[in-house]
């Protein structure tokens, strides 16, 4: 695809379910990273994955919080147990990665705006 | 990483120029700045970068100061469509590590 690409758009949920957000990267991306922003708030680093190397997790707020990369494709972000602070927009972002352009920029998706009721 | 300093709103008048600030006095000598917004209901999206010279692209113009503890992301005639969060971030050239979000700069652009 042209960009990153998230799924679902919007996700409603009940307290206390388990919930999977979807990141597509472009093609070739080996970095992906993962945000969360509340109502009016700036963005909350969770997590970051560069190529095979070891994930850097140290933005995950709690063991409920996890994350996959296989490579250089899909990520998946999983909420278990959701609370009601889990509320917010979950943003992907890729960019070329260490070695090819990593100070070129990074591109967001549209997000995941998760409402837990 | 580096921290920076950004004013929480900003006004500007329609088809005026805008200049943002940023200070970043930690900076240190391998750290790009980049500059990033956020519209509305959407992801960020990239505006620029520069190291010491002064950038221009289709968007902005970013002026770097001499001694790189601040810079100026400069928007030569501001548009609506320009109301924004902008964010100042610096990104260490040496190590691949994750975009550090500050609180950035409220636009709103006043017709």
Partial sequence: ??????????????????????????????????????????????????????????????????????????????????????????LCASNPGVGRGRNTEAFFGQGTRLTVV | DAKTTQPNSMESNEEEPVHLPCNHSTISGTDYIHWYRQLPSQGPEYVIHGLTSNVNNRMASLAIAEDRKSSTLILHRATLRDAAVYYCILRDSGSARQLTFGSGTQLTVLP
Wanted: a negative charge; aromatic letters at 8%; glycine letters at 10%.
């Fill in chain 1, 1 to 90: 695809g042209a960009g990153v690409s998230q799924s679902p758009s919007n996700k409603v949920t009940e307290k206390g379910k388990d919930v999977e957000l979807r990141c597509d990267p472009i093609s070739g991306h080996t970095a992906l990273y993962w945000y969360r922003q509340r109502l009016g708030q700036g963005l909350e680093f969770l997590i970051y994955f560069q190529g095979n190397s070891a994930p850097d997790k140290s933005g995950l707020p709690s063991d409920r919080f996890s994350a996959e990369r296989t490579g250089e494709s899909v990520s998946t972000l999983t909420i278990q147990r959701t609370q009601q602070e889990d509320s917010a927009v979950y």
